[in-house]
């Protein structure tokens, strides 16, 4: 199996943080080309610049620079922008001040620029100010300590994500394909006692359960008629079964991608919209909506709604009175360091998946038509990375054994849809993305199994028998139990072939070890084609 190099992480988490840059921070620059054209060519010299700088023998030893980079990160950093706009112009003026006392003080300056560094909303525009204004041996150092930490944050995630709350954390075993992570307990589980339990990213009915309007088009709690709450101008004929489900669905995604409203909260400024701009949003919005409707399926509706997540994730950051604590309902995230919801995608498998060539500009005409510029965030390229992490890593939500009455597919059993849920894709009502399940492996006899005991989206990992600090945490991505009138051959032939198509490698669990022992007519080995 391929591994992204850390290098390659780096650069990934540095053009999302150049795309947020581009969408939320900055009005001025968001609407002017040259400046944006000077800014790319500006970014070239400053590398080549940090390129030499590092190659230099500093005054000031990695150890000093790291102990006082960490010294740095404890500090509170200001929350609403007018505080982080005094913190930044007090701090670049005592960094000027001690660099005019001499040597000795080369350290103390360095460390009030990068503190300015922190909270610049962009850090490449800051580094050609520092460039050209900073003593070179005080850039050197805050050069140096950029490089620390954006190395130390992306090794690190691991010490941070999962929170310990969780009761697990992610572990790295070396096979002959490469090094694999699962999820392992750091404490002692009886068997049927609550693992842990998580909110989805984003959700998704199956097309059938929309149209029907009988879930919660949010938390996917089945709802009375009655009591459901509908907007008759919404394109997606959402339903949901309370106002709480709808304000949150709107403040993490509808607002952008289904509604005419302001995509931004009234905190970032954006051009009022004229008629001709609110009529584009509306036949970008019904030309996605139709090509949702004409496929149906979930993965594209997963992607736009964890894009738009993502944007309103990292605009909430923005706000003032923003803690940095989140919602009672908010995905797993990091415990202890900041990370964005691209760096937790960054590191999940995910399988190669092939796109129908409109689905990419589609999305990305809804994106642009709400934001000026976000639609080049969304290329062919991005698309399929982002369907192919989906498609490894969704889960099916079943309520108890699931239903019986899914509507049968149209298209080749290669080509349907595939969650991980022991119950079977079929018996599904929809689907849900997390950040933490997306780690456990699949095994035909499995450690836990997810419930949604709650009737919503929020997945519940319940332990299948009594599990030891250190144990693995396994779920079965497919139905693993012999059905009536089935042989122990056929039953591990279905369960292997399930997996082969939705997830694109062959089980080696120590159930299909084991059977493979006594089993003539063997299923053709499947080559592992996923990828991390």
């Not at 008629?225 to 489900?245: E, F, G, N, V, W």
């Not at 949150?248 to 952008?256: A, E, G, M, R, Y």
């Not at 072939?497 to 493979?516: D, H, N, P, V, Y």
């Amino acid at each position: 199996m391929s591994s992204r190099t850390t290098t390659a992480v780096v650069a990934g988490a540095a053009v999302a943080g150049l795309v947020a840059y581009a969408v939320y921070f900055d009005y001025k620059r968001r609407n002017d080309a040259e400046f944006r054209k000077r800014l790319r060519k500006e970014k070239k010299r400053v590398d080549k610049s940090i390129a030499s700088s590092s190659a230099q023998p500093s005054a000031v030893s990695a150890d000093s620079l790291r102990e006082a980079l960490e010294r740095v990160k404890k500090e509170e950093v200001p929350l609403s922008p007018a505080e982080r706009e005094n913190y930044f112009m007090s701090q670049v003026a005592m960094g000027e001040q001690l660099a005019l006392q001499g040597p000795d003080f080369q350290l103390p300056a360095a460390l009030s620029f990068y503190r300015a560094l922190r909270v610049y909303p962009s850090p490449v525009e800051l580094m050609v100010i520092y460039e050209k204004t900073v003593p070179e041996p005080i850039f050197k150092m805050v050069i140096q300590m950029t490089n620390l930490d954006v190395t130390a944050k992306v090794q690190g995630y691991y010490n941070y994500f999962p929170p310990k709350s969780t009761g697990v954390e992610i572990r790295t075993e070396d096979t002959p394909e490469g090094p694999r992570k699962y999820v392992a307990v750091i404490k002692d589980f009886k068997k049927g006692d609550l693992i842990y339990k998580e909110y989805p990213i984003v959700t998704a009915l199956d097309a059938d359960i929309q149209s029907a309007g009988t879930h919660c088009s949010h938390c996917l709690r089945l709802i009375e008629s009655s009591i459901s709450i509908k907007s008759p101008s919404d394109p997606l004929s959402s339903t949901y079964c309370s106002k709480a489900c709808q304000l949150l669905s709107k403040s993490q995604s509808h607002n952008l991608l289904f509604t005419t409203e302001r995509p931004l909260p009234a905190e970032i400024p954006m051009d009022p919209p004229t008629p001709e701009t609110l009529e584009e949003r509306r036949k970008a919005q019904a030309a996605f909506v139709a090509y949702l409707q004409k496929e149906g399926k979930a993965g594209p509706l997963l992607v736009a709604r964890f894009v738009a997540r993502q944007i309103a994730f990292e605009t909430l950051k923005l706000m003032p009175g923003y803690t940095g604590k989140p919602d009672e309902q908010h995905f797993t995230d990091s415990e202890g360091e900041e990370y964005m919801l691209t760096d937790h995608m960054e590191r999940l498998r995910y399988i190669e998946a092939d796109l129908p060539k409109e689905e990419a500009p589609l999305l990305a005409k809804v994106l642009g038509s709400a934001v000026a510029d976000l639609d080049k965030f969304m290329t062919d390229e991005h698309m399929a990375q982002l369907r192919g992490k989906i498609a490894y890593n969704v889960y099916g939500v079943c309520f108890g054994g699931g239903r019986n009455d899914k509507p049968a597919p149209t298209q080749r059993p290669e080509d349907v849809e595939k969650t991980r849920t022991p119950y079977g894709t079929s018996r599904q009502i929809g689907s849900a993305f997390y950040t933490l399940s997306s780690y456990l492996t699949h095994s035909c006899r499995p450690s836990a199994h997810p419930s949604f005991s709650s009737g919503t989206a929020q997945i519940h990992i319940i332990a299948d028998r009594d599990l030891k600090q250190g144990d693995e945490v396994t779920v079965a991505f497919v139905d693993v139990t012999q059905h009536e009138g089935e042989s122990d051959v056929e039953c591990r032939r279905r369960r292997r072939i399930e997996l082969a198509r939705g997830w694109k490698f062959a089980c080696t669990c120590q159930r299909c070890s084991e059977e493979a022992k006594t089993e003539s007519n063997e299923v053709a080995t499947q080559k592992d084609e996923t990828n991390v």
